[in-house]
């Protein structure tokens, strides 16, 4: 068996245990990272690729936004398209100069990975039965084993970056938990194309036949979304289908609509809400999925395991400077407002943009003066606005990192 020291044991290395490793790392704390899938995996999983201005902000301050700074997009506007017009609102204007930037969650896995790399501290991928035990003491344990070696790690701290599907939640007594949950009677078909973006900016298309999102990833690859039953089988969808079924909900009647190409990828997502409180048992702290997760409608998930990180960073780091527990005391409080600001704006664009099952016409009016009012009030974009690109941190960036550049 080997036997490891650290002071924080990361189990997952997703955005949340890959972004928390090089905060600790850049304030001269230490850290051994477990994720169970290969590195070629944890890159290539497709998933969102909207950052907020605040995630942008602090990959920069990191020192790991030189890729972001060359290929991320900025976006200062999106469309909200319905009735056969798209209705632009002007982000960057209505939120006093932010933007978003539409970088691959993959890019940021895979930048953060060379980053942590050029570190030389442990980053264990392929590890085996991970397990976490001894939460309540003050030497919690990370065990698994790698290439064949039962591995022990010995930590001051364990930060539960696994995911909704991790070890690290289930890992935590019965009865410390209250989940709160929401499933949605819809998915998401979503599929990256070969074809050039056909507008600068996101579409969200509320449409009769459902909802359809138009998003990008290079200036040569779209990604779009289609909303579906929620158990649909992928193979109910040939290619030719899905181009139908966009083009159908996304064509406008000034002549928009997507460029057609071949199909790279294609996936169904089902949408859920989720959150486990308090996102701390002793010495285990939860931060991104692993506690929390939200429909992806408005692209807040890495943004929001971000935000759990600084605050576990800066938390980490009072305790080493000063011994005092306050900040982690508090970590999970602090989190929890963010996390129910961000629950609330994502079930609140998901309930907006598509179509219920079991709705009925007063419904379907109530939505589309919704969309009316959204698109003509200016305090009603503003609030789109402020929340798209994402709220103040609740930590000043500077007290987790000191800027770095692009
Ligand atoms: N042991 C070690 N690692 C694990 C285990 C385990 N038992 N279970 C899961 N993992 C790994 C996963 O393989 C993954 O690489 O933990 C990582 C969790 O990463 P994410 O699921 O990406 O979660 P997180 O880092 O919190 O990032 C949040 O991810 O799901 C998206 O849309 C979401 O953008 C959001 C972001
Ligand atoms: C994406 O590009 O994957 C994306 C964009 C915006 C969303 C969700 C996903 O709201």
């Known amino acids: 068996m080997a036997e490891l020291r650290t002071q924080v044991g990361i189990v997952g290395a997703g955005p949340a245990g890959l972004l928390l490793a090089h905060l600790l790392h850049l304030n001269g704390i230490d850290s051994v990272i477990v994720e169970n899938r290969s590195r070629e995996y944890v890159i290539d999983r497709v998933r969102a690729g909207v950052l907020e201005q605040g995630t942008v ?12 700074q060359r290929r991320g997009l900025r976006h200062e506007g999106v469309y909200i398209s319905f009735n056969g017009r798209r209705h632009r609102i002007d982000m960057t204007e209505l939120s006093g100069g932010k933007a978003i930037t539409v970088y691959g969650q993959n890019e940021v896995v895979r930048d953060l990975i060379d980053a942590r790399i050029g570190t030389g501290r442990p980053l264990y991928f392929n590890a085996q039965g991970v397990e976490v035990a001894a939460l309540e003491s003050s030497q919690p344990v990370v ?8 591995h022990q790690v010995h930590c001051d701290f364990v930060a539960g970056c696994d995911g909704f599907h991790g070890v690290c939640r289930p890992s935590i007594p019965d009865g410390v938990l209250s989940i709160y949950e929401r499933t949605y009677p819809f998915g998401w078909l979503g599929i990256l194309a070969e074809a050039a973006p056909s507008s ?15 998003s990008m990833r290079s200036t040569s690859v779209t990604r779009l979304y289609l ?9 109910n969808w040939s290619d030719e289908r899905i181009w139908d079924e966009l083009l159908r909900r996304m064509t406008t009647s000034d002549g928009w609509k997507p460029n057609v190409g071949p199909i790279l990828q294609k996936s169904v997502t089902p949408m859920r809400s989720f959150v486990a409180a308090p996102m701390r048992n002793g010495r285990l702290f939860l931060a991104g999925d692993a506690a929390h997760i939200v429909p992806p409608t408005g692209a807040k998930g890495l943004n929001l395991a971000a935000a759990d990180v600084v605050v576990l960073a800066r938390a980490v780091k009072a305790f080493y400077e000063t011994g ?20 609330r704006f994502s079930w609140w664009m998901t ?28 305090a009603a974009m503003t609030s789109l606005a402020e929340q798209y690109v994402g709220l103040p941190w609740e930590v000043p960036l500077e007290s987790v990192v000191l800027s770095r550049g692009a």
Not at 200 to 214: I, Q
Request: hydrophobic content about 35%; some cysteine.
């Open 57 to 68: 902000d602090l990959l920069h301050a990191m020192g790991v936004g030189a890729e972001l």
């Open 143 to 150: 065990r698994f084993s790698h290439d064949g070696c039962a």
């Open 200 to 214: 600068d900016e996101l579409v969200y298309t509320y449409h009769d036949r459902g909802f359809a999102l138009f």
């Open 227 to 235: 909303q579906v039953p929620p158990d649909e089988p992928i193979e």
């Open 324 to 343: 005092s527990t306050n900040w982690l005391e508090s970590y999970s409080s602090i989190c929890l407002r963010r996390v129910w600001k961000a629950q």
């Open 351 to 378: 309930t907006l943009l598509h179509r219920l099952p079991d709705e009925n016409e007063f419904d379907h009016q109530r939505q589309l003066a919704d969309l009316d009012y959204l698109t003509t009030s200016r």
